[in-house]
């Protein structure tokens, strides 16, 4: 069954979805899903809240998301009016404001009612908000402020945002790959299983999943064939459920979306 099921915080109750391809994460109550190759969203009890009409749709941010039409990127609220001009491409909204892309390819800096802001530059260090920053130095991952001054040493093998007030790391010692997360000290306070150096693209490709949201994170459990089951883990590194998923999304609003085994 390719289905989604959304798991409740209490991690014991599952309610059936219908689609089998969800986006990241619920965010102000919805939910994207892919319905006859069109995405809309769903709202926390499963029912279409916004028809399946566009190419692309990703989360809500401060009560905007960036959505992909047959003109182009705009932003929408969460009763579905459009809340901006179409533009060339869009990032996700932080705060009250977004950076675009120009049909002339020049970015640009957009408030939440889609009125480009003059007074901000926008470009590839612009950051609305205080989280720390990835950067990259000879093929190794650090961090950095908003201004682009490392705080600390690009040591990392793989290195995911923060969230929850930490990071996922990966580190490559002795030929084998040791996971972690850090706190915004860059200290680590819970360390991870070892896993091989082939783990290294499967962990690229899931670092969302690693992410810390409301208190649980996923971590990948490997059966003899290599095939990964997901499970829970808090701050803690306990279990509060064991691995028995075979995909899984961010929890938010008490709600994470799951795929189960076969």
């Known amino acids: 069954d390719d289905s989604y099921y959304f798991l409740e915080d209490n991690l014991e109750k599952l309610r059936p979805l219908r689609f089998s391809q969800v986006g990241q994460y619920i965010s102000n109550g919805l939910l994207s899903v892919l319905v006859n190759d069109r995405w809309g969203y769903c709202d926390s009890s499963g029912h279409i809240a916004i028809p399946p009409q566009f190419i692309e749709a990703r989360e809500f941010h401060s009560g905007r998301a960036c959505v ?6 705009c932003s929408i609220d969460t009763k579905r009016n459009v809340c901006s001009p179409y533009f060339a491409d869009m990032e996700d909204f932080e705060g009250a404001y977004c950076r675009v892309r120009m049909p002339d390819k020049s970015m640009e800096i957009i ?9 901000l530059q926008a470009s590839s260090r612009t950051k609305f908000s205080n989280a720390h920053r990835i950067y ?3 093929g190794l991952y650090g961090f950095c402020d908003e201004a682009g001054k490392p705080e600390c ?7 995911g945002f923060f969230s929850d007030g930490v990071a996922f790391v990966v580190t490559a010692q002795n030929g084998k790959l040791r996971t972690q ?6 200290k680590t306070i819970l360390c991870g299983p070892e896993l091989g150096m082939d783990r290294l693209a499967f962990i690229r490709d899931n670092i969302s999943r690693f992410e810390f949201h409301e208190g649980l994170a996923g971590r990948p459990v490997f ?3 290599g095939k990964a089951r997901w499970e829970f883990i808090d701050k803690k590194g306990g279990v509060p459920i064991k691995g028995q998923y075979a995909c899984i999304k961010p929890f938010a609003d008490g709600i994470a979306a799951v795929q189960l085994c076969d």
């Open 181 to 186: 997360y850090v706190d915004d000290k860059f």
């Open 136 to 138: 990259v130095r000879d």
């Open 111 to 119: 408030n939440k009612d889609g009125h480009v802001i003059s007074s």
């Open 153 to 159: 040493k690009a040591i990392y093998s793989i290195a």
């Open 223 to 225: 059966d003899v064939f």
């Open 68 to 73: 992909k039409a047959d003109m182009g990127w």
